[in-house]
Each structure stands twice: as C-alpha cells, then as structure tokens.
C-alpha cells in the first residue's frame, strides 16, 4: 500500500474524528452544563449572603427591629412553603436527597419529578426567600439538587445515555462549587451520592468538577471557605478532644439526624388529610419558635451561622449554648419542610459545640472548633471520608490532618452506633415511594380514562 494512500486515510479519518459535529455536540453540551453550575453556584451565594444582610440590617434598624424576626420568619416560612408545595413540587428540604433519589429511579418521567430546570428555579429562589426570613438553612445542598438538575437537562438536550453518572457529576459540581472544594466534590459523589465507585462515571465526576471550579474561579477567585487555619496538637488534653469531639460530635449528629428521620415520619402521616393546610401551619409553627431562639440568642442562630462557625475556626470562643440553640434552630428548619440545606448550619453546630469543649477543657479553641465541626457532621451525613476532605479543604489546616480524620471516623462510628440510618438516604426513599406511587396513578388514568 503506497504511503500517500495510508496519510490520505489517515486525514480523512481524523477528519471524521475531529469535525463530526454529532461527535462532538453532546460533549460541548455536558461543558456548557459544568461551567453553569460553576457561574451559578457562585450568583447563588451571593444572593444568599444578600439575603442574610437584608434580614439582619431589617431586624437591627430600630429599637424595637429586634423583634421584627417574631412575625417576619413565621410569614417567610409560610409563603415558602406554599410555593414549594404548589409551584414548585418537591423543591423542599435539603435538595440531596431528591438527587439521590433520581439516581435509583429508571424512568426519565420519575426523574424530572425531582430535577429539572423549573425545580432548580425554585430551589434558588425559596432557599434565598428562607434566609431572608432568618431560616437557620444554607446553600449548599440546594447547590446540590441545582447541579443535578442541570446535568440532567444536559443528558435531555444532548441526548446522552448516562442520566445516573451525570446526576452524579452534576452533584459533585455543585459541592465543589458551593464551598471551593474540588476534591470534597468527588468524594461526596463516591462515598454519600452513590455508596460505591463506578469507574464508568468518575470521568464525567473529575470533568464535571473541574469546569464548574474554574468557572467558579474565575467569578470569585481562589479563597478558603473558612480562611486558613494552622491549629494543632500540641498538649495531652489537645488530644483529648479528638475523643471527646468525635464521640459528642457523632453522638449529637446522630441525634439530628434520627430525630430528623422520626418525626419526618410522623408529620407525614400527621399532615396526610389536609396536607397543604397542616403543612403551612407546620412552616408558621417553626418559623415563630425558630424566631424566638433568634431573639433569645441575640440573632447568633439566624442564617447559616457561617459567620460563627468562622469567628470559632479563627480562635474566637463562641457562646457555651450556642451549639444547642443552633442545633434547635437548624433541626426547626428542616422539620418545616422549606427549601435550605443542613450543610452550613451543620458546620456551625459543630464548630459551636467544638469551642464549648475547648473552653470547659482549656484547649485551643481553633483546634476544638474545627475537630467538633469533622465530629458532628460525620455524625449528622454518615459519611467519614466526606467531613474529614471537605473541613480540611474549607480551613487549609493540613497540621491536623490525622487528629480531623480520627474525629470524623470516630463520630461515623458513633452515629452508626445510635443511628442506623443515614440521614439522606433515609429521606429519599420518601422521594422514591412518592415517585412510583405518582407513576402508578397516571398509569392507572390512562387504563381507565
């Protein structure tokens, strides 16, 4: 065979290679789809700061703003959850479990009853409408659902075949994203999203991750999500901590999420005659009590309480009850059923119960902060792996590595111990039940029309 014959092949295949458009038209949409959820998360969250700033400048403006919170949450909650129940349907809670959810779903039809564009909407708008009626929520797990949702409007517009690893890769995108944290994204995917690894879809996880935190970068620039932190053992009782935080820690997480779990259950079939009536009566209920600790506590628990877990991290000791009025205010939240995530709040929690520790053992508060925040939200997600990348990600605090992963393995072992369930997982399979039951009655209409 002559060599010009084997070049000319050569040409005409690459041509094929490089200039079919069908080639390469899914892959173009599954970037654009990546480098969104980058630009996205970052306009979320500053809404989401703009909303925490307008709540607290309304209810300090006066003498009396103080306690604008007492009626303020209790309508905001009410609205938001009308909204979510009527407009935007299973846009509420955290946003994770409905992602996980879609992932176990076969039929496309069930899926974009968790995730689509519409819900993603919604989960942005309602998460803002929470914080700005001082909701002890955060964005990061809506960031979660949000992602997800674009990376299956990508499989729809681009007609790829992997709707399950792409909704992982949209999950992963949106941790990254939300707290800066490229690699706490992959891991959340491997280790809370899907439970094991799937060689089939860690490509599209790494690509999907890496386009959303460039894009991400290039909004924002590089920053840690708590600053850089340096604090390590140096003492016997700094040691002690990593008991005491990591058996406390788990033990509270898993109080939250077993209470979370329960009464979930309960309010279900509680609201089950009326459901939109009982369920607007719930969101007032727990936005005026979640208004009362506000007051109580001089604001401390409004917001995702980023700002605290922060002031904690950098060594400043937080309130000894905070932790507890945190942990109140962040489980009222969730019980409301309106759009927020338990991420940040969770965080704040942590770092809160680490500094009382600290302070009752005279240890570094810095140090006690950072190892209650790996503690308590192994305990509140079940997920070790995931609570020691993510904390040592957002506090650059790589002189603690070992004493951050002994934490948050002991607080998973703890929270398995009293908790047999893991929090999102548990709460998807509600989504689950509610999808096929949703199927089932269409497909019952169409029988018998």
């Known amino acids: 065979m002559p060599p010009s014959y084997r070049y000319s092949k050569l040409f005409r295949r690459s041509r094929v290679l490089w200039g ?13 789809g990546a480098l969104a959820i980058g630009a996205i998360s970052v306009g979320f969250a500053k809404l989401a700061d703009l909303a925490q700033k307008g709540f607290g400048s309304i209810t300090s403006s006066g003498e009396w703003a103080f306690l604008l919170p007492l009626a303020l949450s209790p309508l905001g909650f009410m609205v938001s959850a009308y909204l979510a129940a009527t407009l935007f349907p299973n846009s509420g809670g955290s946003g994770i479990p409905q992602a996980i959810a879609a992932r176990h779903l076969r039929d496309d039809e069930d899926r974009t009853r968790l995730l689509s564009l519409k819900i993603a909407l919604g989960k942005i708008v309602l998460t803002v409408l929470g914080l700005f009626s001082g909701a002890s929520i955060g964005r990061e797990g809506p960031t979660v659902q949000v992602g997800a949702s674009i990376m299956l409007a990508v499989a729809r517009f681009s007609g790829m075949a992997q709707a399950r690893g792409l909704i992982l890769a949209g999950s992963a995108a949106g941790i990254a994203a939300a707290f800066n944290t490229p690699l706490a994204g992959i891991v959340f995917a491997i280790e809370e999203m899907s439970r094991t690894y799937e060689s089939r879809a860690n490509g599209l996880v790494l690509t999907a991750v890496i386009l959303s935190g460039l894009a991400a970068l290039g909004i924002s620039g590089s920053y840690n999500y708590f600053g850089m932190a340096s604090a390590a053992p140096t003492e016997l009782r700094d040691w002690g901590l990593v008991l005491t935080c990591g058996v406390g820690g788990g033990a509270l997480g898993a109080a939250f999420s077993g209470f979370a779990l329960h009464f979930g259950q309960k309010i279900r079939r509680w609201a089950q005659p009326q459901p939109l009536k009982r369920m607007l009566a719930l969101a007032g209920t727990c936005g005026l009590a979640i208004a009362v600790i506000g007051v109580a506590s001089g604001g401390t628990t409004f917001g995702t309480g980023y700002e605290q877990a922060r002031a904690a991290v950098e060594g400043n000791a937080l309130p000894q009850l ?3 009025e945190k942990f109140a205010a962040s489980f009222l939240s969730m019980l409301s059923g309106i759009p927020g995530g338990i991420f940040a709040p969770s965080l704040a929690v942590g770092a809160g119960f680490g500094s009382t520790v600290g302070s009752l053992l005279g240890t570094s508060i810095a140090l006690a902060a950072i190892l209650g925040m790996a503690g308590y939200f192994a305990g509140v997600v079940q997920a070790p792996m995931t609570a020691f990348v993510i904390i040592l990600e957002m506090t650059g605090d790589h002189q603690a590595v070992i004493p951050i992963m002994a934490v948050s393995m002991i607080g998973y072992v703890t929270s398995r111990i009293l908790s047999r369930e893991p929090l999102y997982h548990g709460l998807s399979r509600v989504f689950i039940a ?9 497909e019952r209409e169409s ?3």
Do not use: D, H, N
Not at 20 to 32: I, K
Not at 434 to 442: K, N, T
């Open 434 to 442: 509610a999808a096929i039951r949703a199927r089932r009655a269409v």
């Open 322 to 324: 905070f932790f507890v």
């Open 447 to 449: 029988e018998y029309p």
């Open 20 to 32: 079919s458009f069908s080639l390469w038209q899914p892959r173009l949409v599954f970037w654009c």
